[in-house]
Nanobody, 120 residues
Framework: VQLQASGGGLVQPGGSLRLSCEAS????????MNWYRQAPGKQRELVAQ???????NYAGSVKGRFTISRDNAKNTVYLQMNSLKPEDTAVYYC???????????????WGQGTQVTVSS
């Protein structure tokens, strides 16, 4: 199983970006899907999460600006980021709790990270 993140880049303050993360491999079911971020010198933090049924949760610092969504048929999670601020600059990682075909328990998988830089 692999997670492939994309969509990062350089954007001006107030701008928008949309991150995508597609899971591939022998997947039976994906439970919760998450976006984390890690800024230089800081710990990795949970930005947003979405359950298989679509329930969402956000960090207080992004609530009202970011929207997480998923397409279960495509095994893909998205993060729409609006009104971006310089403090949103970080490497963004996708993470998912995945049950593989032939297995009973779910395991945690991480994508490779995509850089988001908010600067004028």
């Amino acid at each position: 199983v692999q997670l492939q993140a994309s969509g990062g880049g350089l954007v001006q303050p107030g701008g928008s970006l949309r991150l995508s993360c597609e899971a591939s491999g022998s997947i039976f079911k994906i439970n919760t899907m998450n976006w984390y971020r890690q800024a230089p010198g800081k710990q990795r933090e949970l930005v947003a999460q979405i359950t298989y049924g679509g329930s969402t949760n956000y960090a207080g610092s992004v609530k009202g600006r970011f929207t997480i969504s998923r397409d279960n048929a495509k095994n893909t999670v998205y993060l729409q980021m609006n009104s971006l601020k310089p403090e949103d600059t970080a490497v963004y990682y996708c993470n998912a709790d995945i049950v593989r075909h032939g297995f009973y328990l779910a395991h945690d998988y991480w994508g490779q990270g995509t850089q988001v830089t908010v600067s004028s």
